[in-house]
């Protein structure tokens, strides 16, 4: 698998399961990485969560797998244990989701490894990270969710049930904050040749994204709540029904505010002392949006959009998934792809959302069925083909 992106020459192996490991070596493997996926004899979990599927194919295990080269080995089988080993020695970057001893029992540890791999990235994800009193607890999305503080402020207001945003992205964020360090702690290896541990986790990943919250609460000293779509700073910064839906209003500065009352045709909000700056809006939001939503009810969103768009205002509707997959925009950045599997056929998946004018990363391989390059694999590992038949014969090696 020969890429020319930024990472090209990067090896990466991933002994990682269903959403934040897989999300990590995704993004890695995009931008050029070779990610050898290292699976058990029945399959990384997601390739079970039916429906939705695809001839078969679990369209889970589908997106979070593309541009990966695929290996199952039976970990309690010592020889599959030495093959893994085989594996890391020349790897530069490895990625584990497992419980925290895993890889010790396996005799694979960091400290193990990097006495036979001094250049090696080792990457851990976990649900808290590696120290402290919650190191050995396991984690999931949405109990990361709820312990960050990400659910005390979603949903529509106070009183109201805690609401759990509708992507996992406590995983997608702990992913993509773990390929960041892995290309960062890569940078530093190979300036000195010497890895190091990479250690992030479900819980730090929701905690990074209460940037804005948590500065109101030490400020304040008191926890801010749940503001529906609105901000949590300025206003008026949500969404508004119109007479065919929602629109995305970011008013947000005094400018922009103006232009909106101009748009609405309603110049008096500018001096209604209840709305005049944006510390006043905030102090009267619950009055403001009755008042712009009477305005915006009036005509189509699509006609909102262009006066706006005419005025310079940022606003933009509120689309389902598939209306985004044939947006023009995501489209023309290429955030749609589409890749031709061997038993599920054209799957279509989301793009590289970074792009690189010299080097541009990719997505060109769909997800391996399992074991599918396990051969060719072992193989570049000094493997002969007696070996690899022999580990196939007594289950250490999942064949194709």
């Known amino acids: 698998m020969s890429s020319q992106g930024p990472l090209a020459g990067m090896k990466v192996i991933e002994l990682a399961h269903i959403m934040a490991g897989p999300a990590c070596g995704m993004m890695l493997a995009d931008m050029g990485a070779d990610v050898i996926k290292v699976e058990k004899p029945d399959g990384d979990d997601s390739r079970r969560f039916l429906p939705p599927e695809i ?41 584990e989701n497992y419980r925290h001893d895993t890889m010790e029992r396996l005799g694979l540890g960091y400290d ?17 990270g590696r120290t402290g009193p919650y190191a050995e607890r396991g984690g999931f999305d949405l109990i990361a969710q709820g312990m960050s503080g990400l659910m ?6 106070p009183g109201r049930p805690p609401v759990k945003p509708g992507a996992p992205i406590s995983d997608i964020t702990a992913g993509f904050l773990a390929a960041l360090g892995c290309v960062s702690a890569y940078s530093h290896a190979q300036k000195t040749g010497q890895g190091q541990m990479v250690d992030t986790s479900l819980f730090e990943a929701g905690i990074s994204l209460t940037y804005w919250q948590s500065a109101i609460a030490f400020a304040t000293g008191e ?17 508004f029904r119109t007479r065919d839906g929602w629109i995305n209003i970011g008013a947000a500065n005094q400018r922009n505010w103006m232009r909106l009352l101009e748009i609405i045709d309603a110049p008096e909000l500018g001096s209604d002392p209840r709305f005049e700056t944006n510390l006043a809006r905030m102090q009267h939001l619950q009055e403001l949006v009755p008042i712009l939503e009477s305005h915006f009810m009036q005509h189509d969103t699509q006609d909102w959009l262009d006066r706006m768009e005419a005025a310079g205002l940022p606003a933009g509707p509120v689309m389902t998934i598939s209306e985004m997959h044939n947006d023009p925009q995501a489209l023309a950045r290429d955030m749609i792809v589409e890749t031709d599997h061997p038993r599920a056929g054209a799957v279509k998946a989301i ?11 990719a997505v060109t391989t769909p997800a391996p069925t399992l074991g599918q390059h396990g051969a060719e694999i072992l193989t570049e590992h000094g493997y002969s083909q007696d070996q690899i038949r022999s580990l196939e014969e007594k289950g250490a090696l999942i064949a194709s």
């Open 55 to 95: 001839n078969g194919e679990s369209a889970a295990y589908l997106m979070m797998n593309r541009n990966k080269r695929g290996i199952a080995l039976n970990l309690k089988d010592p020889d599959a244990i030495s093959a893994l080993g085989k594996l890391l020695e020349d790897a530069d970057v490895v990625i």
């Open 112 to 128: 193990t490894l990097r006495k036979r791999n001094p250049k090696l990235v080792y990457c851990a994800i976990s649900g808290f």
């Open 152 to 157: 005390s402020i979603t949903g529509e207001g």
């Open 223 to 239: 926890s801010p709540g749940a503001l529906g779509s609105a901000h949590p700073l300025n206003a008026p910064y949500q969404s």
């Open 351 to 361: 793009g590289l959302p970074i792009k690189f004018s010299d080097t541009p990363g």
